[in-house]
């Protein structure tokens, strides 16, 4: 298998901005003599940051071989390739085929990695369906599962951390909207899970709140009242202690 160069790309984001600057311009797909050369003209066209090229050579090289040592970095590449072009799902596709079919290949980590990569970059907006959001979580645990001590680790518990705060604030969003319309109930659904699939992340402090006041809504004060000194205690000094303070002051003095 080929050795993972994985190392040498920069992060995402840079490969997305170098991809739109590369697409302003036009491009001639070179003269190839050998499968060899394209695989070469494919790796200089990628330094260059001209995908489009880099696509095309790449594709012809993994049809013609489908045997070669070197087909799995071509796979790779072609992956990467497409995320310069903001190709999201193609990208996707490319990534799920070097895992599944080359699991021994020494870029098979790094794909599972930008599997989770390509799957977030087709999130919707907050407002809509995070299918994706959940999906790019789920790819980066099983990355971090089955690759522990890899390179891009750390990474992947930064984006994990991020795509999990996402997750927990659609659900703070609906139980705040819901307890807007007095709908306490269905509010303190969404509040409990936040406090149930997400307790390590800054909204499970605004759930904690949002039970609180649930609670209070509900005419158990007392109950009420405990929580919020409890979230006074656990966040000292913040924003939502503060909250949380005035919140009680309210409820204690019967207002």
């Not at 992956?79 to 870029?107: H, I, K, N, T, W």
């Not at 599997?115 to 907006?125: N, S």
Request: aromatic share 8%; glycine share 8%; charged share 30%.
């Amino acid at each position: 298998m080929s050795r993972d160069r994985s190392r040498a790309w920069p992060g995402l984001a840079a490969v997305l901005w170098l991809g739109v600057v590369a697409g302003c311009g036009s491009t001639t797909m070179p003269a190839v003599h050998s499968e060899p050369e394209r695989l070469d003209l494919a790796r200089k066209a990628m330094a260059r940051h001209d995908y489009s090229v880099a696509v095309d050579l790449l594709k012809g090289y993994v049809a013609n071989n489908g045997g070669s040592r070197d087909v799995d970095e071509a796979i790779y590449r072609l992956g990467m390739s497409y995320m310069g072009m903001r190709e999201f799902p193609s990208a996707q596709v490319e990534f799920e085929r070097l895992v599944r079919d080359y699991p021994e290949s020494d870029s098979c980590p790094s794909a599972a990695f930008r599997l989770g990569e390509a799957l977030m970059a087709q999130t919707r907006p907050r407002d809509f369906d995070q299918e994706y959001t959940r999906k790019a979580l789920d790819q980066w645990k099983d990355y971090l599962a089955s690759y522990n001590g890899h390179w891009l680790n750390p990474e992947a518990r930064r984006r994990i951390a991020d795509a999990q705060e996402e997750l927990a604030i659609k659900l703070g969003d609906a139980g705040r909207l819901y307890y807007k319309m007095r709908l306490i109930g269905p509010a303190r659904v969404y509040f409990r899970r936040v406090l149930d699939e997400y307790p390590d992340t800054r909204e499970a402090g605004e759930a904690q709140l949002g039970i609180a006041m649930c609670d209070a809504r509900d005419g158990h004060r007392t109950e009420a009242i405990a929580q919020l000194r409890q979230i006074e205690a656990a966040y000292p000094g913040g924003s939502l202690a503060r909250r949380a303070a005035i919140e009680r002051a309210r409820l204690e003095h019967g207002s």
